[in-house]
């Protein structure tokens, strides 16, 4: 038989015992919480800048003929990550000013290339044509080439692709 003290005291002592173990879960759970919603969230919140990227030295272009150069960008979105590779266009003027202009076809994006002979850059989709600069000869294309923001550092050619103006 219980007496009524010792009945009193195994209350109080599993109110006690229910009152932490509800309090630890709560702190567990409210931590836990707490950091899968940062890591959750955590690519949102990150907006990188848009990198600059070498596109190799100056010393290497011709004046006023458009080079072709590779350049690896990392893409992210959300938790994907990878790396690409892009096809640019310099041309530089022969002194201190260097034009960067995506290859990326304003129709439909096909990549277009550099043709020495007639001046021109030719889409292989569907005959669209640029001038040197970048503009719009004739075909389908609605726009000019993009042109890429450009920065010359220490006799290296850095460029922007994120920032593509169309
Ligand atoms: Fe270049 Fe159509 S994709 S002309």
Not at 86 to 101: K, N, P, S, Y
């Amino acid at each position: 038989m219980h007496r009524p003290a010792d009945l009193h005291d195994t209350t109080g002592r599993r109110r006690a015992l229910s009152f932490f173990v509800a309090a630890a879960v709560s702190a567990v759970s409210g931590s836990l919480a707490t950091v899968l919603s940062a890591f959750a969230l955590r690519p949102l919140r990150r907006a990188d800048p848009s990198p600059w990227l070498r596109a190799g030295p100056i010393a290497d272009l011709s004046p006023n003929t458009p080079v072709a150069r590779v350049v690896s960008v990392r893409q992210a979105d959300g938790w994907y990550r990878a790396r690409t590779n892009r096809t640019i266009f310099l041309v530089w003027d022969g002194e201190q000013d260097v034009r960067a202009l995506s290859a990326t076809c304003s129709h439909l994006g096909c990549q277009v290339a550099w043709n020495a002979d007639a001046k021109t850059f030719r889409c292989p989709c569907h005959g669209g044509v640029y001038a040197a600069d970048g503009r719009v000869v004739s075909g389908p294309p609605p726009r000019p080439l993009s042109a890429l923001p450009v920065d010359i550092r220490g006799g290296e050619v850095l460029v922007q692709l994120a920032a593509e103006k169309r």
